[in-house]
């Protein structure tokens, strides 16, 4: 008895493998995946960061949403600080907007027909920011603050976790990857704020945030944003290596919190390809004119990395403006000003 029990069984379990095998979609070179294969149980897992995927980040639509100035920071005598709302995949991300209130002299600008002036925009990334000492405006406030004294909008979003944004995903993964999409819900949305042109769009990333920008550069083409692919760019000592590597090379001192990185990276890579989410896979993609800013003296990003990106982008024929500044740390301490005025002849010569 038990003997035939143990035959049904076993039929019945080479009966299962064979539908399986049977409706398993044809692999390259029409292999079919064993379950002896070490991929096999990878390739029937789930896989919920595939949506982050800069091909799939690509296909998808991005959120049009109301900007709202919600209160006001500080006033100053050519521009007013708030801050502002926005929805980003139907989470709440909060920022700092900075709005001119006259021209200056020399500029031209669009009007809207009933009188409202439309100024130029720039959406200001940020680098890395610790929770714990997080204020809006952190890491951009300086700078947007000469640009709006010049006449430029600016907008720089707290991210999800920070700030009064709702909170950030969990997954160590997703948080990063929802960036890109935060920035590029934002892009889509500064047709509602009313004081903006949305047709004069600039984009300054620093640091980490040279990365973020790097990857909506990489993404834009293909998206519902097309019509603003071009957008001229500003890079501060930006993180140009790709995923993971961008994350494991300051990873040096394994925290719990780095060990938890790790890990995550880990996992990741046995079931994702992380060159479709590195931004170093997409260079050729990038049709933005970009202006690139590097410290020599700089303790997080080193020269040659700069050096090898912008080399790289000028062998693909990009259009790439490159400054080095000697014994300049990685907030260009020593000519901070030089950098903001080169960022603002950029920015006029791009309009």
Do not use: C
Request: net charge neutral; charged share 25%; no cysteine.
């Amino acid at each position: 008895m038990r003997r035939h029990l143990f035959l049904i069984l076993v039929a019945v379990l080479f009966l299962g493998l064979s539908v399986i095998f049977f409706f398993l979609p044809n692999q390259p070179n029409d292999r079919l995946i064993s379950p002896s294969d070490q991929n096999f149980f990878k390739h029937q897992l789930p896989k919920p960061l595939e949506k982050y995927s800069f091909e799939n980040l690509r296909k998808r639509e991005y959120q049009v949403s109301d900007i709202k100035l919600e209160k006001v920071l500080d006033e100053q005598s050519s521009y007013t600080s708030y801050l502002f709302s926005f929805q980003s995949d139907g989470k709440k991300v909060t920022g700092m907007a900075n709005i001119p209130l006259r021209l200056p002299s020399g500029f031209t600008l669009k009007v809207h027909p009933e009188g409202q002036a439309k100024f130029p925009v720039i959406v200001m990334i940020r680098g890395y920011a610790d929770e714990e000492i997080y204020f809006t405006g952190l890491g951009t406030r300086k700078g947007a603050g000469v640009f709006a004294e010049n006449g430029f909008i600016t907008l720089a979003p707290d991210f999800l976790g920070f700030g009064d944004s709702a909170e950030q995903s969990t997954d160590i993964l997703e948080a990063r990857f929802e960036r890109p999409v935060t920035v590029l819900n934002l892009l889509a949305s500064i047709k509602n704020l009313p004081q903006a042109d949305p047709n004069k769009i600039f984009l300054w990333g620093h640091s980490n945030g040279g990365q973020i920008v790097l990857s909506v550069l990489e993404i834009l083409p293909k998206t519902n944003l097309s019509a603003n692919w071009r957008i001229p760019t500003v890079l501060w000592a930006p993180v140009t290596k790709g995923f993971p590597e961008s994350v494991l090379q300051y990873m040096t001192d394994l925290d719990d919190q780095g060990l938890k990185v790790k890990e995550a990276i880990n996992n990741f890579v046995s079931l994702y390809d992380p060159k479709k989410y590195s931004i170093d896979n997409y260079w050729s993609d990038i049709s933005a004119p970009l202006q690139v800013h590097q410290g020599t003296a700089d303790e997080y990003i080193k020269t040659e990395w700069t050096d090898t990106f912008v080399q790289t982008l000028k062998d693909l024929g990009k259009s790439v403006t490159y400054y080095k500044y000697p014994k300049n740390d990685h907030n260009f301490s020593r000519d901070w000003d030089t950098v903001v005025q080169r960022d603002l002849k950029f920015f006029k010569n791009n309009l």
